[in-house]
């Protein structure tokens, strides 16, 4: 009988789709996937380790898996991500039921570990990865995630994620194309495309290419009908994407622009490249275009030297530029990165408050610009049963705005219009038109 795995994934997108990856040579490796965690003969946690928040859930699941092998002798235990590439071997020393442990970069090298041939680490930046083919598990066959480049160079300096995911990489135009070319005769409808600065895209390419040229490249591809990418990065914003996005009708009306914080200083001290002013000139550059392009960010309270002034500025900013949504964080400390020797380090109350009340505030943010698209006739791609209630069905607009409405089973995979009868702070309620 095949041996079978099953896969924890913490974090991300990018953990997300690095998943798909390790089931798909999971699958040519002949395992096969249990229904359940507790069916497996192996279990990889894919870890995270952006936020301490991330990293304590791991430990916490790794702590649960030491009795389950203790149980069970058989069951391998195989750690990927982030904190296996962070951690390497101190990992192994601080919890021996690990089996082995494998970097972002070191997919490729599953099959090797599982055969025991490779020691019990892979965690080698590898320069070439980015023209690596591996082979993918993607589920549902209707909305697919594929990386356009990994790593990244920004340095930030509260995050991880250039130390772990190494040095930016593009990958070469014509594999993404080829890749989405095959989702598209697979009848995939909606290709996101993955990287952390999207818009530097091309950079270290022998082709001229950039990201607006390669947002035309496949837009040509017959099949999808949606196209989104994540994340921007605001510094490299350029007006050239806005007028790629205005003229290729499948690119989705969804911006992910992270500001991180609205005061100037702690940009400067985030090492972000830009100012609120750079920062709100491209909004209104995006919304000249299209005023009515959804725009989301992400937002971190507390970081270092964070005064109340400062702090302000992130509230005034969120009040000037009303997103569709935020994806909001108290600073959370990483080793090895800069802000940790940074002065001025904010207390956990203080971060606290202020985080509960930029989400108070964009609450309100969020219903009133729900509330104006009332009576509105919106284009959703739906994705099945809803999770809360499964005699309805729940779906995206193109502006990535979750939406329920009365609805078949059969609609699953298509394109309906829904007319929008009731805001809610976080989802629509529509009716079939
Ligand atoms: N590359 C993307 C960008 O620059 O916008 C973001 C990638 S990161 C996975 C997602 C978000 O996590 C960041 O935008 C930031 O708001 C948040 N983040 C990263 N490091 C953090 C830290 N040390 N503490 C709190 N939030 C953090
Ligand atoms: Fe982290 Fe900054 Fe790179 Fe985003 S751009 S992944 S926040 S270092």
């Known amino acids: 009988m095949n041996k079978k795995y099953h896969i924890h994934t913490f974090g991300c997108q990018m953990n997300v ?9 999971f699958d040519e490796t002949g395992y096969g996937a249990a229904a359940d965690s507790g069916d497996a003969d192996i279990i990889v946690l894919n870890t995270c380790s952006i936020r301490e928040k991330a990293e304590q859930k791991f430990t916490s699941e790794l702590g649960r898996l030491k009795k389950v092998k203790q149980k069970n002798p058989n069951l391998k235990i195989a750690v990927a991500g982030c904190i296996a590439q962070q951690s390497g071997k101190k990992l192994l020393k601080r919890f021996p039921y690990i089996d082995f442990l494998f970097g972002p970069d070191n997919i490729g090298s599953l099959n090797t570990l599982l055969d025991g041939g490779n020691g019990r680490t892979a965690i ?38 250039p130390y772990t995911r190494g040095r930016e990489r593009s990958r070469p135009a014509s594999d993404i194309y080829d890749e989405i070319k095959s989702l598209a005769d ?9 990287g952390q600065n999207v818009n530097s895209y091309g950079k270290g390419l022998t082709e001229s290419i950039d990201f607006p040229d390669l947002l035309r490249k496949i837009h040509e591809i017959e099949g999808p009908q949606r196209i989104r990418f994540v994340t921007s990065h605001p510094r490299d914003f350029s007006a050239k994407l806005v007028s790629a996005i205005r003229d290729l009708p499948k690119v989705c009306e969804h911006m992910h622009l992270p ?8 940009l400067k001290s985030m090492n972000r490249g830009y100012t609120y002013d750079d920062y709100k000139a491209k909004i209104d550059m995006i919304r000249a275009e299209d005023p009515f392009m959804a725009v989301t960010t992400d937002i971190i309270v507390g970081f270092p030297g964070e005064t109340d002034d400062d702090f302000e500025k992130t509230v005034r900013a969120l009040t000037e530029i009303e997103y569709d949504g935020i994806y909001a964080f108290k600073y959370s400390k990483r080793p ?5 020797s940074l002065p001025g380090h904010v207390d956990e109350e203080v971060k606290s408050a ?3 009340r930029i989400l108070d505030l964009q609450e309100s943010i969020c219903y009133r610009k729900n509330k104006i698209l009332e009576g509105k006739i919106v284009e959703v791609l739906a994705d099945g049963p809803s999770e809360t209630d499964s005699s309805r069905m729940t779906g995206r607009t193109r502006s990535n705005k979750i939406i329920n409405f009365d609805g078949d089973k059969d ?12 805001a809610r702070m976080h989802s629509l309620n529509g009716e079939k038109v």
Not at 259 to 266: C, I, N, R
Not at 336 to 340: H, V
Not at 411 to 422: L, P, Q, Y
Request: proline residues 2%; hydrophobic residues 40%; charged residues 25%.
């Open 336 to 340: 090895g990165t800069d802000a940790l």
């Open 17 to 25: 789709h690095d998943s798909e990856k390790i089931a798909g040579i």
């Open 259 to 266: 500001l991180q914080a609205g005061s100037d200083s702690v």
């Open 354 to 356: 202020r985080l509960a």
């Open 124 to 161: 080698e930046h590898n320069p070439d990865y980015h023209t690596s083919i591996i082979p993918m598990k993607r589920e549902g066959g209707l909305k697919a995630w594929v990386s356009i480049m990994y790593g990244c160079d920004n340095y930030c300096a509260y995050c991880i994620v």
């Open 411 to 422: 609609d699953a995979g298509k394109s309906v219009f829904i007319k929008i009868v009731e």
């Open 186 to 194: 697979e009848g995939f409808k909606e290709i996101t495309l993955l």
